[in-house]
């Protein structure tokens, strides 16, 4: 695969890219966020704010009930890819690299993460988008099914126990690194509600740990 050459800023727009896995894996912490600075900035072509709008208000996730399970819940979620064609179909997006991302192989590593986002402000945040507002509203669903289930004093949103897949954390957690990154060089006040919406969807995930660790304490003091 072709390998990213470091160019100037100022000749972006002229040059494509390829990160590769390996790239991003030779380089020392100090050269990698160097690399991530020079990347993660204001594009030329601008920000889509037109197609992140239009998936914020998608919803192409869904729970695979399957095993009859309703508060436990991992590796249960599922991406309709059909839709996600037909509503990238018109954009410049590149259409295999987000399906890679709201999809990833199993287990994807942050080096290979990090490369399919390629360098790429509007791919991170149309994909970043795409995810926090689709888990956030999945989330969302299955805590309010839960809670019409269980009795008035035992209503509790940690009951339920959802949590990521290795996959999707290295992802979610990628992609905020990025965010985090292109925030600091241009900050921008959608990249950080999306931010905020995506620590909401990490902290929700992790609940039912917090919850483990919460009554096993809570004899303490």
């Given at each position: 695969m072709?390998?990213y050459?470091e160019?100037k ?5 002229d ?7 390996e790239?991003?894996?030779?380089l020392?912490?100090?050269e990698r ?5 020079e990347?993660?900035q204001?594009p030329h072509e ?9 998936l914020?208000?998608?919803r192409?996730?869904k729970?695979?009930?399957?095993d ?6 991992k590796?249960?979620?599922?991406w309709n890819?059909e ?9 410049n997006?590149?259409t295999?690299?987000?399906?890679s991302i ?15 986002f390629?360098g790429d402000p509007n791919l991170?945040?149309?994909?970043m988008?795409?995810m ?10 299955i805590?309010s099914k839960?809670?019409?289930?269980v009795?008035l004093?035992?209503i509790n949103f940690l009951k339920?126990n959802i949590l990521?897949t290795d ?7 990628t992609?905020?690194t990025?965010?985090k ?8 006040i959608?990249?950080?509600?999306l931010i905020?919406d ?5 902290t ?7 919850w483990d660790i ?5 004899h303490?003091?």
């Amino acid at each position: 695969m072709e390998e990213y050459t470091e160019v100037k800023i100022s000749t972006r727009e002229d040059f494509k890219i390829n990160l590769t896995p390996e790239y991003i894996k030779s380089l020392k912490d100090e050269e990698r966020n160097s690399l991530r600075s020079e990347l993660y900035q204001y594009p030329h072509e601008g920000l889509n704010y037109e197609l992140f709008d239009k998936l914020s208000s998608v919803r192409l996730l869904k729970v695979d009930n399957s095993d009859g399970e309703v508060y436990q819940f991992k590796g249960d979620f599922q991406w309709n890819m059909e839709g996600v064609d037909e509503l990238l179909q018109t954009s410049n997006i590149d259409t295999k690299r987000l399906k890679s991302i709201i999809n990833p192989n199993d287990n994807i590593t942050y080096y290979d993460a990090e490369a399919l986002f390629n360098g790429d402000p509007n791919l991170l945040l149309a994909s970043m988008t795409l995810m926090a507002k689709n888990y956030e509203s999945l989330l969302s669903e299955i805590d309010s099914k839960n809670i019409e289930n269980v009795e008035l004093d035992d209503i509790n949103f940690l009951k339920t126990n959802i949590l990521f897949t290795d996959e999707e954390e290295v992802i979610f957690l990628t992609g905020r690194t990025l965010l985090k990154e292109f925030n600091r060089n241009s900050p921008n006040i959608y990249v950080q509600e999306l931010i905020d919406d995506i620590d909401s969807v990490i902290t929700r995930t992790n609940t039912g740990l917090i919850w483990d660790i919460a009554k096993k304490y809570a004899h303490v003091g």
